[in-house]
T-cell receptor, first 115, second 114 residues
Framework: SAVISQKPSRDICQRGTSLTIQCQVD?????MFWYRQQPGQSLTLIAT?????????ESGFVIDKFPISRPNLTFSTLTVSNMSPEDSSIYLC????????????FGQGTRLTVV | QQQVKQSPQSLIVQKGGISIINCAYE??????FPWYQQFPGKGPALLIA?????SEKKEGRFTISFNKSAKQFSLHIMDSQPGDSATYFC?????????????FGTGTQLKVEL
């Protein structure tokens, strides 16, 4: 299995500011994913981040709002830009170990509250 | 458009009973169907998964039943325990295409009472 660590685990931010969430995997992985989960709701994929290429965003999510970096095979960041209260959510990082074409592991999530 | 529909939204089961959660999908290209378990404050953890070439998979107290023609699959938790109280998500993805993106169901909050 892969161990995924996210930082921060939670934060309270002022509207109009930006927050960068870090995701560290304990092994090299090809694909990393960022999800959003509203409290009590399902997970919605924001984007897929491959090392060495630009992230691929899902419908409804844009790079200007959620810029993603993937500088190497064990690390990625998601920035939530120009935040509004509607961005209050749990943000989850996920990764798939090499050779495991299906199984995905998740970090513990970052609980973001925008006030 | 919700590609994976999950029911019920919440479920209360007595200790020792059977918990059953159902999911249905539309996209016939889906070829991998995992179930995830999520405890409060934690990320989802893979519980069990199935491919459409089998109709049932069992791991301990957890069983997935799969009906390809009906495009439905379900999770059965036998001898449910209070420690099983969590939120369960079904999911689906295309192994060969779609970048292995997981599409999640809406989740089921399970509570197992003593």
């Amino acid at each position: 299995s892969a161990v995924i660590s996210q930082k921060p685990s939670r934060d309270i931010c002022q509207r109009g500011t930006s927050l960068t969430i870090q995701c560290q995997v304990d092994s090299q992985v090809t694909m990393m994913f960022w999800y959003r989960q509203q409290p009590g709701q399902s997970l919605t994929l924001i984007a897929t981040a491959n090392q060495g290429s630009e992230a691929t965003y899902e419908s409804g999510f844009v790079i200007d709002k959620f810029p993603i970096s993937r500088p190497n095979l064990t690390f990625s960041t998601l920035t939530v830009s120009n935040m509004s209260p509607e961005d209050s959510s749990i943000y989850l990082c996920s990764a798939r170990p090499p050779g495991r074409r299906t199984e995905a592991f998740f970090g513990q999530g970052t609980r973001l509250t925008v006030v | 458009q919700q590609q994976v529909k999950q029911s019920p939204q919440s479920l209360i089961v007595q200790k020792g009973g059977i918990s059953i959660i159902n999911c249905a999908y539309e996209n016939t290209a889906f070829d991998y169907f995992p179930w995830y378990q999520q405890f409060p404050g934690k990320g989802p953890a893979l519980l069990i998964a199935i491919r459409p070439d089998v109709s049932e998979k069992k791991e301990g107290r957890f069983t997935i039943s799969f009906n390809k023609s009906a495009k439905q699959f379900s999770l059965h938790i036998m001898d449910s325990q209070p420690g099983d109280s969590a939120t369960y998500f079904c999911a689906a993805s295309e192994i060969t295409g779609g970048g292995n993106k997981l599409t999640f169901g809406t989740g089921t909050q399970l509570k197992v009472e003593l």
